[in-house]
């Protein structure tokens, strides 16, 4: 979508949006307008429930008195109110009111609001970027699409005090939406499509931006003894693989943060199968896998001045004559042993590894691991935020602190010796589920928290709830969210960064 900024015309045309703040306070354009039309807009709002609450939205057809084909009334709620994230949900609105009614072109007018703590040119960039994050639609497989469906926007002008400010602003913003858009469209596609040797083919196209790849097949894996992760994809005719993604812009004495992803490509559930019903949205059980290569495209494409590493362990999950058995014994990178009593537990097999080999390799100062890891963090938290497990306040209060301005909600959940013990194994160092349903993402995250070095910070974030959304939100279209994305670039240029 083109995104314009630009000053004051002397008269609008086509479709306008303008701001009502709360208690249908009309800001200035929109009061000229009113004035022009004898009072239109005031009429408009004594009829109906609309109030200028944040996100609502009334359409007035056939302004009087002007070239506006349909002018939009855009809730901006009350002013202080009104931050980076109200102003892109804001955007969100009008790229969906847009799309719903087809249109191609939408010009919004940036008014000044008063008791904000944005400027103008700051509203202006968020919005721009709420309405190009919702703009967006997984449509490839599709060939007969009702012109009704398709998406309409093409052109968004943002009329504004100081557009080149709004300009500059936005361009600082906007490597996210390649970002995020990579990860749906990772998330989104189907796993006959992306299987692991094909992820791992797509994250390769980041070495145009300067990121370094290297994938390691399941010879050279097996070579540093990834036995647990390979375990998991032993059923499976696709091969598994590790994904290295290395971005050293920082000091050279700068140890790295590791960005760890789950890249379970499809899981069935192996010989512990899974029901068949909603078993298709396992497609997306690499969702955590898919918001690190993103993460990794934003920081690379905004030429981040830090070190990071990221590593993804890609595999499926599939059971047939070779799969891995319940009761198998498997040894760890790290040498730890792991009685495997339930083969659906798979997503803390495969991280175990891979975030061994990330401290072994690249002994980085802080690591931060994303998976669509268990139903239990869904159980326990619903599709509002993502379960936060971590042996560090500081991190853990840095992380929470990212997306909070993002609208991606974390919640820290506990960790202790009680729950750890759950997974003692009688006859291996540990077993990869406990021998009940309690707790069930708690022992996941002590499961993962045996394979941390002494001196890591670490997190592991469970976003099975919010990687995938069935309804969306303001910046968000239906499916594949991107949680994560934004998460894990604000976190590293808040903090990681020289």
């Avoid at 981040?304 to 590593?311: E, L, M, S, T, Y």
């Avoid at 959940?413 to 021998?435: H, R």
Wanted: hydrophobic share 45%; charged share 20%.
């Amino acid at each position: 979508m083109k995104v314009e900024f630009l000053a004051f015309p002397k008269a609008f045309a086509g479709n306008v949006a303008v701001f009502v703040a709360a208690d249908k306070q009309l800001l200035a354009t929109a009061q000229i307008l009113d004035r022009e039309s004898g009072g239109t807009l005031t009429r408009a709002l004594g009829a109906g429930r609309f109030t200028g609450g944040k996100g609502q939205s009334l359409t007035v057809l056939g302004h009087a008195g002007a070239n506006i084909a349909r002018l939009l009334l855009l809730g901006v709620g009350k002013a202080r109110d009104l931050d980076a994230r109200a102003a892109e949900g804001l955007g969100g609105v009008i790229a969906a009111e847009a799309n719903a009614a087809g249109h191609k072109s939408v010009t919004v007018v940036v008014d000044p609001v008063k008791g904000s703590k944005l400027t103008p040119a700051q509203i202006a960039a968020h919005l721009a970027l709420g309405a190009q994050l919702r703009n967006y639609r997984f449509d490839k497989y599709k060939t007969k699409d009702k012109p009704e469906q398709k998406l309409s926007l093409s052109e968004l002008t943002l009329i504004v005090s100081g557009p080149a400010d709004a300009r500059r602003a936005y361009d600082k913003l906007a490597p996210a939406v390649d970002a995020v858009f990579l990860t749906r469209d990772l998330v989104s596609e189907p796993a006959n499509v992306l299987y692991p040797v094909e992820f791992a083919r797509r994250a390769k196209e980041l070495t145009k931006l300067g990121v370094k790849v290297q994938i390691l097949g399941e010879a050279e894996m097996k070579k540093l003894g990834m036995h647990v992760l390979l375990g998991v994809g032993q059923g499976s005719e696709r091969e598994s693989q590790l994904l290295v993604m290395t971005w050293m812009n920082g000091p050279k004495s700068q140890k790295p943060v590791a960005l760890i992803g789950k890249g379970v490509c499809f899981d069935t559930g192996g010989i512990s199968l899974k029901p068949a019903g909603g078993m298709e949205d396992m497609k997306w059980d690499m969702g955590g896998a898919g918001a690190v290569v993103g993460a990794m495209q934003l920081i690379a494409g905004r030429k981040a001045r830090a070190n990071v590493v990221a590593i993804c362990a890609l595999v499926e999950n599939m059971p047939d004559g070779n799969a891995q058995r319940p009761g198998d014994v498997v040894r760890s990178m790290s040498g730890q042993t792991v009685e495997v009593i339930n083969t659906d537990a798979e997503g803390r097999l495969i991280l175990c590894d891979a975030m061994w080999y990330a401290q072994e390799k690249f002994k980085p100062q802080a690591m931060v691991e994303l998976s669509t890891l268990t139903g239990a963090i869904i159980v326990a938290l619903g599709h509002e935020r993502a379960g936060m497990f971590s042996n560090n306040t500081q991190l853990s209060n840095r992380l929470r602190a990212a997306g909070a301005g993002l609208g991606e909600k974390l919640w820290r959940m506990p960790l202790g010796p009680k729950y750890d013990k759950l997974i003692d194994s009688d006859i291996a160092d540990m077993k990869n589920v406990s021998n009940g349903r309690d707790g069930g993402s708690i022992t996941a995250a002590q499961f993962l928290q045996r394979f941390v070095q002494d001196g890591v910070a670490w997190a592991h974030l469970d976003i099975a709830g919010v990687a995938w959304s069935n309804k969306g939100n303001e910046t968000t279209p239906k499916g594949a969210t991107a949680f994560g994305v934004r998460l894990l670039d604000r976190l590293v240029a808040d903090h990681y960064e020289r």
